[in-house]
């Protein structure tokens, strides 16, 4: 009941979901075939084929519903909480099933799991930690039983664990932290030779994750180039974190990032953490032959929270830590707190009472927080929205909360957001980029153009961004500038037919109409469907006088997009130019059906029609063009012509309009008819 809120949850557009979920293409078609892709390729920089199999799943059964993907997640946290039961049971020797109970409880009700839960995309935390649990019972019943079968169940399950996400790899240490519990001999040669298939799997996958992630981001892993110093301040601060906030969820937070800093008052606190990780760590020790139960569950947690540490940028990523890694480790936390509880309820009875009121009433507290946790990943402002509350100098949360709101058309907040993301990172191109956006969906192309510009200098080598800074000087008359922009995007990225289509509007707005048609042509030839394109070389070759191109082109433009009414009226010009009348008026009619306010179409009808001598069908087309438009110069000298005789005064005031609206016409009118 507390994940329920889970199942009303959305997807998270700007934080994976998009590049796992809602635009990737791979899970859209499941056949064998394509599931037998999933284990030939690598995607988003990492090597989890099976996690792949599991999204292409769901999307075969509800496409992109949401609820579908939490429904999923949720199921499998299910799974993994009675697994984490068995194994506590198991690992007992089923004698102690309070112990298993009480820690498979926690591991359920864990605010610090909504993460892994509520993310749509956190599938392949949940999908590895299933098979990662059913590896260490079936190596438990293996131990018990001496049955090979299990042994061999075991190293399949930590296969398709390690296939899910490659972080599975911890499992090979967690077995010899299962032979201690089991008083074997860690280093005769039985044990050793069990762990060489597990340890083989690990070093091969670890491989491949290292080529996975640099096909994606390159040679250099890191982020944040920080010391190694201040790497171990950082793994401390995230180690007793983890512990503190799986006890007690306060400040959680999906994202953590790096401290601006690295402060005095930071390297003090981190010290005594370190001191703290030192005293755990040694606490290994102290207890080695004193408690098993002790050692295991701390060597459990230190076994695979280490490798999450970041203490070597792995994973990669500009965050300190994340909710998510607690989640397999949290068991040896937890085996701990429910082993402490057991203890003190086998004393007196008031212990008893003490030990089951302080559960319940934890359990209650923790159920509340998850639940509330929970709606935090709602939706993508939400989710930043929370980042902000949390860390106010994030930078990432007011980039992407800025994205989505303006994809939202919440402009005023996204250019809020984007601004906020500036004054906490001078140098970053992105928010410079994405602020410049804003400026140009508000039609400020003044600012947009300078946004642009701090963009360009901060990243000099970014197409799309080129691309929009060209796109802005188009808008402010500097076309000079806006096809070197364009230029140089293309240079970069040659296949981009909306970059063409625009330096080919440049192009036209400069009266070089060849030019702009071979710009046209390449646009179409790079995407045969590309509207623009074949809208905006009609209009070229209607000026060139190529009215049979105009027209083959205007129609393509219709293919793609039968609504256009711009296209129709176009086209109509085209007709009207060879003297098909009757194909012209037709052509407007649809424009003007598609779009009973579009003014030009109106205007161009009213125009043919006074030269067919249809002047009442005239005046009354070019009356409704400056009911719409008043600034229309022709549809003042054109009505001006039609009442010239009827009522003089009347046409006088329009031929005076027309020729201040920049009409020129106008001015031989005037002077014959209005001294």
């Not at 102690?96 to 599938?123: D, Q």
């Not at 939400?382 to 058309?409: L, M, Q, W």
């Not at 469907?529 to 083959?552: E, F, M, P, Q, V």
């Not at 161009?604 to 249809?614: E, H, M, Q, S, V």
Request: glycine share 6%.
């Amino acid at each position: 009941l507390i994940y329920i809120p889970v199942l009303n949850n959305g997807f998270l557009k700007t934080w994976d979901d998009n590049r796992y979920i809602l635009e990737n293409e791979h899970i859209k078609d499941l056949t064998f075939g394509s599931a037998a892709g999933f284990f030939s390729m690598y995607y988003d920089g990492h090597y989890h084929p099976l996690t792949l199999l599991s999204l292409a799943i769901d999307y075969k059964i509800g496409e992109l519903n949401p609820t579908v993907y939490h429904t999923t997640n949720l199921l499998l946290h299910l799974i993994n909480t009675m697994l984490v039961f068995l194994f506590v049971h198991l690992l007992f020797s089923r004698k102690k099933f309070f112990v298993a109970l009480v820690t498979a409880l926690l591991f359920g009700l864990s605010t610090m799991h909504v993460e892994s839960v509520a993310w749509a995309s956190e599938r392949k935390n949940l999908l590895y930690a299933l098979f990662f649990f059913a590896s260490l019972i079936s190596y438990v019943l293996f131990l018990q039983q001496e049955k090979r079968k299990y042994f061999i169940i075991a190293l399949f399950f930590f296969l398709l664990s390690i296939l899910s996400k490659v972080m599975a790899i911890s499992l090979c240490v967690s077995l010899l932290a299962i032979d201690y519990f089991f008083d074997r001999k860690l280093y005769s040669r039985k044990v050793i030779l069990e762990k060489v298939p597990f340890f083989l799997l690990a070093i091969v996958f670890a491989v491949v994750a290292i080529y996975a992630q640099k096909s994606s981001w390159g040679e250099d892993l890191s982020q944040n180039y920080y010391t190694f110093f201040e790497r171990i301040l950082f793994a401390a601060n995230a180690f007793v974190l983890y512990i503190l906030k799986l006890i007690v969820p306060f400040k959680l937070s999906g994202f953590y990032p790096y401290p601006g800093e690295v402060s005095v008052a930071f390297i003090f606190k981190s010290i005594i953490f370190l001191i703290v990780s030192l005293v755990v760590a040694g606490a290994v020790v102290y207890f080695y032959k004193r408690s098993k139960t002790i050692t295991f569950g701390i060597l459990f947690f230190i076994i695979n929270i280490f490798l999450l540490l970041k203490l070597f940028e792995v994973p990669a990523g500009d965050y300190i830590m994340a909710d998510r890694y607690s989640y397999i480790a949290s068991v040896g936390l937890f085996l701990l707190i429910s082993a402490g509880l057991n203890y003190l309820s086998s004393k007196k009875a008031i212990h008893k009472k003490i030990a089951l009121t302080v559960l319940i009433v934890y359990s209650i507290f923790i159920s509340l927080q998850t639940f509330n946790r929970a709606s935090v990943w709602k939706n993508d402002i939400t989710f930043y929205t929370d980042i902000i509350s949390k860390f106010p100098g994030a930078k990432v949360a007011y980039t992407n909360r800025g994205a989505v709101r303006k994809n939202e058309g919440k402009l005023n907040g996204a250019l809020s957001d984007f601004t906020k993301a500036i004054q906490l990172g001078k140098d970053d191109y992105k928010a410079y980029s994405n602020r410049g956006a804003v400026y140009s969906d508000l039609g400020n192309f003044e600012k947009a153009v300078i946004d642009y510009k701090k963009a360009v200098s901060l990243k000099p080598g970014k197409p799309q961004v080129l691309a929009s800074y060209g796109y802005a000087l188009l808008q402010t008359g500097d076309i000079r500038g806006a096809v070197g922009s364009f230029n140089q995007s293309l240079q970069l990225q040659p296949v981009n037919p909306e970059v063409y289509t625009n330096r080919g509007t440049a192009k036209y707005n400069t009266g070089d109409l060849q030019g702009a048609i071979k710009d046209y042509d390449m646009a179409v030839q790079q995407n045969p469907r590309y509207l623009n394109a074949y809208y905006n070389r009609g209009l070229a070759k209607l000026n060139l006088s190529d009215y049979h191109g105009a027209i083959t082109d205007f129609t393509g433009a219709l293919k793609i997009n039968p609504n256009h009414a711009e296209a129709y009226s176009n086209m109509g010009i085209a007709w009207s130019r060879l003297d098909e009348k009757d194909k012209a008026f037709d052509s407007y009619n649809k424009a003007i059906q598609i779009n009973p306010n579009y003014f030009e179409a109106y205007l161009n009808r009213g125009i043919d029609k006074y030269y067919t001598a249809d002047y009442k069908g005239a005046l009354e087309d070019l009356n409704k063009t400056i009911q719409l438009n008043r600034q229309v110069g022709p549809a003042y000298y054109f009505r001006a012509m039609i009442i010239l005789q009827s009522d003089k005064q009347a046409a006088c005031n329009d031929f005076i309009n027309a020729k201040n609206l920049g009409f020129s016409l106008a001015e031989k009118q005037i002077k014959i008819y209005c001294k």
